[in-house]
């Protein structure tokens, strides 16, 4: 899966998952369109056993996001506060812009 709608700074809704996560909003922090995943800022927390690799690096049990799949996270249009589907909207000029499929408004 490389095409993806989904970009850095967008807010997005989860879809599925445990009643921890779903239906709750955040910001894209990264993107990964190799594998098809997106890294939702405080959503999917998980925590990790780290070690500290150089003195003053925290070290112990640490939360961190973790990566979810793209397709299971919807984007939320700003204008219209709906989690909605993106178009795509070509000008003459050649300039491309991604709108909201519900109210039309570019995102």
């Known amino acids: 899966m490389n095409k993806m709608n ?3 700074g967008d807010t997005v809704v989860i879809l599925t998952g445990g009643d921890a ?12 369109p190799k594998e098809g ?4 800022e405080g959503r999917n927390m998980v925590k990790k056993h780290v070690k500290p690799r150089k003195a003053g690096d925290p070290s112990g049990i ?3 996001e973790s990566a979810i799949y793209a397709c299971k996270v919807q984007v939320v249009c700003p204008k219209c506060k709906q989690p909605t589907r993106i178009g795509h909207k070509l000008y003459e000029d050649g300039k491309k812009d991604r709108i909201c ?3 039309g408004e570019t995102i």
Request: with cysteine.
């Open 101 to 103: 499929k519900k109210c």
């Open 6 to 8: 989904i970009k850095v």
């Open 62 to 64: 640490i939360e961190a």
């Open 21 to 32: 996560d779903r239906g709750k909003t955040g910001k894209v922090l990264e993107v990964s």
């Open 37 to 40: 995943k997106v890294i939702v």
